[in-house]
C-alpha cells in the first residue's frame, strides 16, 4: 500500500513526474486505492476454473506487416502536440520532467 510521501517521491521520480506539494495527500490517496483495486483481484476464488485456456492456446490470425498512417496525419486531430506526440492536459498537478 502507498502510505507516504516517501513513497510517492520515489514512484514520481521513477516515472519522471513532479508532485506539488499541496497535491500529496490527495494523490497518495487515489493511488492507495488503485494498489488496493490491483489486490483485490488476489481475492478472486478461481475454484473450479480451467486457467489453461488462455489466448495462448487460441487459434491467432496470420501477424501481416501493413504500412501504418503517418504519424503527422494522425497528429492533425490533436488540440496540441509537441514533439511529435499529443500533449495533454495536466491534471492533479502532477507535471512531468522534460
Given at each position: ?49 480451467d ?17 501504418s ?22 491534471f ?7
Amino acid at each position: 500500500m502507498l502510505n507516504n510521501k516517501t513513497e510517492l517521491d520515489r514512484i514520481a521520480r521513477l516515472a519522471k513526474l513532479s508532485v506539488l506539494a499541496n497535491e500529496a495527500d490527495t494523490l497518495i490517496a487515489d493511488l492507495d486505492d488503485i494498489v488496493k483495486v490491483a489486490q483485490s483481484i488476489d481475492d478472486v476464488d478461481l475454484t473450479g476454473y480451467d486457467c489453461s485456456g488462455d489466448a495462448a492456446s487460441s487459434e491467432l490470425r496470420e501477424d501481416i506487416a501493413v504500412e501504418s498512417t503517418p504519424p503527422e496525419v494522425i497528429l492533425r486531430s490533436a488540440a496540441e502536440s509537441r514533439d511529435g506526440f499529443f500533449q495533454a492536459p495536466n491534471f492533479h498537478g502532477v507535471q512531468v520532467k522534460s
